[in-house]
């Protein structure tokens, strides 16, 4: 069954270093999705992307924040001088459709900054 | 106007017993009302959807049941198993993005 995957699982950063999370979309997906999860919070929104560009982005989703497709698989969210409350799950996700069709997630990065 | 509202937090249920998770939204412009079941460490992982044209979709032991009018839905568990202990997300979606309530902590008792 195809998947979303996302590397690392787990990556500790120091506070203003940039760190970048990578994912692997679903191969016929053309919709794909940031999100984070604080511990034991709901799931957000960070940004959505298509055709290469923004379509949507949150508030939360500031000037440290970057997407990019760099190559015709990989999706990548950049942050680029982390802080500690920048410590979550971020998860990936992608859709054949747009968001109002089937979202399918990876299975996280946990992002510690320290 | 953008919030999901989910209630309860928390619910035990019995082994064979009926979970109802129910969720609220203000948002007329939400076009798509998926659920998310999410196990510790994991991402979620979708459950169940439903659109505003339909009032009750099933799909094995899981039902959205939608009023449009009372903009609320909800899901139902029928023979609650062990196996579904997990926090259960409702989402709606407008455009390019899920907002998502704050989750149902569920924990069926063998």
């Known amino acids: 069954e195809p998947e979303v995957t996302q590397t690392p699982s787990h990556q500790v950063t120091q506070m203003g270093q940039e760190v970048i999370l990578r994912c692997v979309p679903i191969s016929n997906h053309l919709y794909f999705y940031w999100y984070r999860q604080i511990l034991g919070q709901k799931v957000e929104f960070l940004v959505s992307?298509?055709?290469?560009?923004?379509?949507?982005k949150s508030e939360i989703f500031d000037d440290q924040f970057s997407v990019e497709r760099p190559d015709g698989s990989n999706f990548t969210l950049k942050i680029r001088s982390t802080k500690l409350e920048d410590s979550a799950m971020y998860f990936c996700a992608s859709s054949e459709h747009r968001a109002n069709t089937e979202a399918f997630f990876g299975q996280g990065t946990r992002l510690t900054v320290v | 106007q953008q919030q999901v509202k989910q209630s309860p937090q928390s619910l035990i249920v019995q082994k064979g017993g009926i979970s109802i998770i129910n969720c609220a939204y203000e948002n007329t412009a939400f076009d798509y009302f998926p659920w998310y079941q999410q196990f510790p460490g994991k991402g979620p992982a979708l459950l169940i959807a439903i659109r505003p044209d339909v009032s009750e979709k099933k799909e094995g032991r899981f039902t959205i049941s939608f009023n449009k009018s009372a903009k609320q839905f909800s899901l139902h568990i029928m023979d609650s198993q062990p196996g579904d202990s997990a926090t259960y997300f409702c989402?709606?979606?407008?455009?390019?993005?899920?907002?998502f309530g704050k989750g149902t902590l569920l924990t069926v008792n063998p």
């Open positions: 989402a709606a979606s407008s455009n390019y993005k899920l907002t």
């Open positions: 992307f298509y055709n290469n560009e923004i379509s949507e």
